[in-house]
């Protein structure tokens, strides 16, 4: 008996555009996707409504700030809204499909379950897409804006902080400010750093001039200067340099402006007093305590961002919560400080990679939503979507558990940024070439 089996053809994968069957499907998602898109939305205003509004009222706004700020809070909503609608989204797309055996179906004319997701699989790229753009360009902007228009209207101590001591990431400089609230301009500042050759030419003057043998010999003191005199000009440079260099002074200033199209901070009307490098005393932080010559009052100091590096957007940034940073400016801050604490790298470097990751979260969305829905085809939607809700908590918790080990340093920074997002999208990869056949 011949065997007829073998000799029917096999049905191939198919590929290719199916133009009606995705238009199909590209459609029903679309809707899922927005109606849920839309409720959380709705959702997150609410939110900042119950949370802030009120103290809009209080301040007597106007309701055109109320709505501007509103909208200035939307798209930093919508970036956590993304993945999570899109995962939403696919599962009720898919199991409302394999309730009604669509699935079955497509899978039945030579479709593979990858194959039937493909519309959903583009739109996911689409909105990762969009919500790279959203964490690194339209985010950061629009937060900005509704924290001033918070800050203007309903709160004007946002960012006014009394006493406020601020570190460098490098530990080169410290700050204390009698009153911190942004912008440009301050009074009554305290600046504890050390002495660089930038600064030395700032506070002595040009070399041969009659303020630079007076300044100098403030500084140094008589004895000392007496001994350089009898150097020549490259000998006293070199001297000078290895005298000053790295030598603890505060300086304290009455007014300060920082001019963010140079870089530069401008100290007036104020004084400096530095301090000894020989003292020798039994614990090392009290070493350099002895000061070396009387307060030297200035009326005008300049200098660049060699000698002090932080703006007053990065002390901004150092009170706000590493979290709500971009990606630029925390690549920014590790690139200007190569020589920040180990704990403060680890901090900056795993949400650096974290931020990176997490926009992806779209695209895992899909690779976990269609398996997942195809697998609860016979048992309806309801079933699919908590088990979409089961599949986000577990991805957040597991997400945030290797953030705060990368943050300690327990774990690679790269790791921990990027393992969790990789990891789900190889599980749902996975399943997906599991279930091809």
Known sequence: MKNTSSAEPKIRRRWFPLWKLDGYIFKEFMIKYSILLLVFVILFVLSDVYRDIADFF?????????????????????????????????????????????????????????????????????????????????????????????????????????????RSDDGKRRWLFQLFAGGNDYENITLKTTWNDDMFRQLTGTVGSEKYARNLKAIIGEKRFSELQKLPLKQQSEQLSKLMNGRKIDFFVKRATYDYKKNTWIFKNGSFLSYDNNDETRFKASSGTTAMHDEINFENLVFSEKSIPESPQDIINAIKEKDDLSTPVIWSVLKRNPNMPHRARCIYETVFFYRIAFPWASFLAVFLGIPLAAKNERTGSMLAIISAIILIVIYIIVAQIFLMLGKAGSVNPVFAGLAPTIAFIAAGAWRLLADRN
């Open 58 to 166: 209080d301040a007597k706004a106007d309701w055109r700030d109320i709505l501007t700020y509103l909208v200035y809070k939307t798209p930093g909503n919508i970036r956590f809204i993304l993945p999570i609608s899109m995962l939403l989204g696919c599962m009720w797309t898919m199991a409302t499909f394999g309730k009604n055996l669509e699935v079955t179906a497509m899978r039945a004319s030579g479709l593979s379950l990858f194959r039937c997701g493909w519309a959903i699989l583009f739109v996911g790229l689409l909105v990762s897409g969009v919500n790279i753009y959203f964490n690194e360009k339209l985010v950061p902007e629009t937060s900005t804006k509704a924290e001033r228009l918070y800050d203007e209207i309903a709160d004007k101590r946002r960012y006014s902080h009394s006493l406020l001591t601020f």
